[in-house]
């Protein structure tokens, strides 16, 4: 069955292009008579207080909108996201990096701007040794290894769409040094497990769509 979704991140309080996406992704599935289901992200906790996320689903029943479960919270499915990083660790396709931020400046693509870099791979080839030597003074974020090929998808408004990662967006981070697990390993674990299968979302998020197939 169709099942869409709409996934705010209540850092605020939902803002036109959120209802905009919400609306769209809503009439979308209910249109072709499939299941609708929300999620709040909420991964950064200190950013996205329980209040607001409580204000958003006030906000989206008081215009109308129903959903067929109970929202999922990303902040309570910490162990679950766990359990599906330790998959990917034992099929050799997780490694922690060390890298400090300015390390990751120092060597990022200058027409990237500030907060966006390709990675250079820096600790892909750590030995276990040297891995565990350096994980005695600093915790390591987690990284994806990713596939040396074009990844293709068909969009619904942009068409076809083609993405190589290793050269585009490099190995990218599933669990940051602090713990806190990455929105990109979040959103495939609930969608996934969610039986999601149209993503309606914003333009912003096109780029994600190759690292989360
Ligand atoms: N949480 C994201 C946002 O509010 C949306 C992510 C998604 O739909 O996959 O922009």
Not at 157 to 165: D, P, R, V, Y
Request: overall charge negative; some cysteine; aromatic content about 8%.
């Amino acid at each position: 069955m169709v099942t869409g979704r709409f996934a705010p991140t209540p850092s605020g309080r939902l803002h036109l292009g959120n209802i905009l996406c919400a609306m769209l992704a809503y009439l979308s599935a209910r249109s072709q008579g499939g299941r609708f289901l929300l999620r709040i992200e909420d991964l950064d906790v200190p950013r996205c207080p329980r209040a607001l996320a409580e204000q958003a689903l006030a906000d989206l029943r008081w215009l109308g909108f129903t959903w067929d479960e109970e929202p999922v919270y990303q902040s309570q499915q910490g162990e679950i996201y766990q359990r599906y990083l330790k998959k990917l660790e034992e099929r050799g396709l997780v490694y922690p990096c060390f890298c400090t931020r300015a390390e990751l400046h120092a060597c990022a693509a200058p027409n990237l701007g500030d907060t966006q870099y390709v990675y250079s791979g820096r600790c892909a080839h750590l030995s276990p040794q040297e891995a565990a030597e350096k994980a005695r003074t600093r915790r390591p974020a987690m990284r994806l290894r990713v596939p040396d090929e074009e990844v293709a998808f068909e969009d619904g408004l942009f068409g076809h769409q083609q993405e190589n990662l290793a050269r585009d967006c490099g190995d990218f981070v599933l669990r940051r040094s602090d713990g806190l697990f990455g929105y990109q390993l979040a959103v495939v674990v609930d969608d996934a497990l969610s039986g999601v299968t149209e993503v309606v979302r914003g333009a912003d998020q096109l780029d994600s769509t190759p690292r989360q197939l």
